[in-house]
Nanobody, 123 residues
Framework: QVQLVESGGGLVQAGGSLRLSCAAS????????MGWFRQTPGKEREFVAA????????YYADSVKGRFTISRDNAENTVYLQMNSLKPEDTAVYYC????????????????WGQGTQVTVSS
């Protein structure tokens, strides 16, 4: 079982930056692909970014490409999401998720989830 705990959310003005962290409890962290997703009230949870086991491959939603960067530190069992040039439409609860080995874009294919962290971008 992989337990995930997100941190780093908060309130920021448009154009600002935040860095989200997701700490994993499991010693098998390095054998899990990691993803960040976000959700707003009344909407489906949507893919934001994902990273492969070693961190060599990263993927982004078109809406965040060029502004967000996903990275991981397998020695620290942590995945990060650096968010720059934030926009009001980035406001959401952000979740990290883990799945064994291969990364996916569909949140339903991730069995392990954190509790989420709120990001609010004011205009």
């Amino acid at each position: 079982q992989v337990q995930l705990v997100e941190s780093g959310g908060g309130l920021v003005q448009a154009g600002g930056s935040l860095r989200l962290s997701c700490a994993a409890s499991s010693s098998t962290f390095s054998s899990h692909a990691m993803g960040w997703f976000r959700q707003t009230p009344g909407k489906e949870r949507e893919f934001v970014a994902a990273i492969s086991l070693s961190g060599g491959n990263t993927y982004y939603a078109d809406s965040v490409k060029g502004r967000f960067t996903i990275s991981r530190d397998n020695a620290e069992n942590t995945v990060y999401l650096q968010m720059n040039s934030l926009k009001p439409e980035d406001t959401a609860v952000y979740y990290c998720a883990a799945r064994p080995f291969t990364l996916r874009y569909n949140p339903r294919e991730y069995p392990h989830w954190g509790q989420g962290t709120q990001v609010t971008v004011s205009s």
